[in-house]
């Protein structure tokens, strides 16, 4: 075990240990097996993404990893601790920003954190300017782009200072430009403060840009088919050779299962 510089929490070298999850959902009429047996290891600092499919099971793993879900078989720890519920040690990045209506930027970063407390405003303000949203403290959420609203949701959880950040295909709803300046400033964030991070996603050019590894997923049932290390320095070139064998690389992992007869979904 290590000592993390950052609040002395104690770290390992595997943040998070994933082993033989298996995940069944039961409805009236079939029982879904959702994950089959899963087996990931995320080190303390890295960057993940994953990558399949709609109904491979991404989110039924993010939500088991963030403590939403813990009717699950298998092991899952996150710095040597089993997980049996939500903490503010790992935070979650929906698809859709989440935020108060009725609270300005600033105050919903804050959240629950006294705002008479000088040290939060210090922090606020300091994960403001890393989100870069200096000039909207005082702004509303309807006065906000979706891009912006979403690093505000980003910036809500960093103040937290979870040991790991999950985020469920949290551009997906944005356009190509603002998706692509959000990886931009993501990654921006990953390198200033070593988060370790889940993404998920369905876009292979997403999943490729911003992964040190690449997790490939597949359905029926949800598992994972291969975990592809991107060997490639940050910022990456999507028009490169490296970047273009990388995804093609990712997406033979697709093309094989295809063969098998199972269907790829859209985004792919
Ligand atoms: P993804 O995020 O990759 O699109 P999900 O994790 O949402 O996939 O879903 C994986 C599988 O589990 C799908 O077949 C989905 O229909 C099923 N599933 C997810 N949540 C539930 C639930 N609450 N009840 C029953 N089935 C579910
Ligand atoms: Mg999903």
């Known amino acids: 075990m290590l000592f993390n510089s950052k609040g002395g929490r104690k770290v390992s070298e595997r943040a998070l240990v994933i082993e033989r999850l298996n995940k069944i959902f039961t409805t009236q009429n079939e029982h879904i097996v959702a994950l089959r047996d899963v087996d990931l290891h995320v080190k303390q600092g890295e960057f993940m993404t994953v990558i399949g499919p709609s109904g491979c099971g991404k989110s039924t793993l993010l939500k088991i990893v963030a403590g939403l879900d813990v009717d699950y078989v298998g092991k899952v720890e996150l710095n040597g601790q089993p997980i049996t519920g939500p903490s503010l040690e790992k935070g979650f990045i929906f698809q859709e920003p989440r935020l108060f209506p009725w609270l300005t930027v600033e105050k919903n970063i804050a959240g629950d954190q006294s705002w008479k407390d000088p040290k939060v405003r210090e922090n606020v303000h300091a994960l403001i300017q890393l989100v870069k949203l200096e000039g909207f403290e005082k702004a509303y959420p309807k006065e906000l782009s979706g891009g912006m609203a979403q690093r505000v949701s980003i910036a809500r959880a960093l103040l937290r200072n979870p040991a790991i950040l999950l985020l469920d295909e949290p551009f997906g709803a944005l356009d190509a430009f603002t998706r692509s300046h959000m990886q931009e400033v993501l990654l921006n964030i990953w390198e200033t403060n070593k988060t370790t991070m889940i993404f998920v996603t369905h876009d292979l050019d997403e999943a490729v840009f911003l992964g040190q590894r690449v997790v490939v997923m ?48 859209a985004g792919i």
Do not use: C, W
């Not at 028009?239 to 997406?251: D, K, P």
């Open 218 to 265: 597949n359905p029926r049932p949800g598992h994972i088919k291969a975990v592809l290390p991107i060997d490639l320095t940050f910022p990456r070139k999507r028009t490169s050779l490296g970047f273009q064998e990388m995804r093609r690389a990712v997406l033979n992992e697709f093309e094989k299962v295809e063969e098998q007869s199972y269907t790829v979904g």
